[in-house]
């Protein structure tokens, strides 16, 4: 079954512009991963978050973790069209032993 | 960074065929590597879990006897899709663990399999 919950679904944006995606989950975490997807590629693992941090931040990412609400946010600023791809969360329960649950994925596409 | 390959890339073959996909890990050892399955514009679906030197574990609704896992070596598994069918058609994903680096986890290209 699927965990992480992602919104929007799709979204659209003028390139320089910033990307904000959420994810929700449903149960505990270890941590929480975001990848990114390009069309009929493979996943290119892009940030973890434990369930211990609260922000994390990489280049041109952000993400940022609540376990209180169980939800997650990916925030890409200054957003390039090579940004177009879909977007998923993973997570990792605890005990999982790496086992990742992926949400739904969002789809970005960045006008250039 | 650590690169995980799968071979083959794209596969088209006849119902009732089977197919042989291949997993590996270039430069590192994975005691545990993960199958997962994607159909067009949707999420990832773990198939199962494959662990080297003993059974892999499958997750609910996945049939062990259709999709056959061997993990012989630190650095390979293999998924066969047994008398494949058209429903099998789908993208093939792997990935594998970093046995040395906690919670790190590689993905392969994927493998586009279409059966006719």
């Known amino acids: 079954s699927q965990q992480g919950e992602e919104d929007p679904q799709a979204l659209s944006i003028q390139e320089g512009e910033n990307a904000t995606m959420n994810c929700s989950y449903k149960?505990?975490?270890?941590?929480l991963q975001w990848y990114r997807q390009n069309s009929g590629r493979g996943l290119v693992h892009l940030i973890l978050?434990?369930?211990?941090?609260r922000e994390k931040h990489s280049g041109r990412l952000r993400v940022t973790l609540d376990t209180s609400k169980k939800s997650s946010s990916l925030l890409i600023t200054a957003s390039r069209a090579a940004d177009t791809a879909s977007y998923f969360c993973?997570?990792?329960?605890?005990?999982?032993?790496?086992?990742?649950?992926f949400g739904k994925g969002i789809t970005l596409s960045v006008r250039p | 960074g650590a690169v995980v390959s799968q071979h083959p890339s794209r596969v088209i073959c006849k119902s009732g065929t089977s197919v042989k996909i291949e997993c590996r890990s270039l430069?590192?050892?994975?005691?545990?590597m993960f199958w997962y399955r994607q159909f067009p514009k949707q999420s990832l679906m773990l198939m199962a879990t494959?662990?080297?030197?003993?059974?892999?574990?499958?997750e609910q609704g996945v049939e062990k006897d259709k999709f056959l896992i061997n993990h012989a070596s630190l650095t390979l598994s293999t998924l066969t899709v047994t008398s494949a069918h058209p429903e099998d058609s789908s993208f093939y994903i792997c990935?594998?663990?970093?046995?040395?680096?906690?919670?790190?986890?590689?993905f392969g290209p994927g493998t586009r399999l279409t059966v006719l």
């Open positions: 978050i434990r369930s211990n941090e």
């Open positions: 993973a997570t990792e329960a605890p005990g999982a032993n790496s086992k990742l649950t």
């Open positions: 149960t505990s975490i270890n941590n």
């Open positions: 990935s594998a663990r970093d046995s040395g680096v906690p919670d790190t986890q590689y």
């Open positions: 430069d590192f050892q994975a005691t545990t």
């Open positions: 494959s662990n080297e030197g003993s059974k892999a574990t499958y």
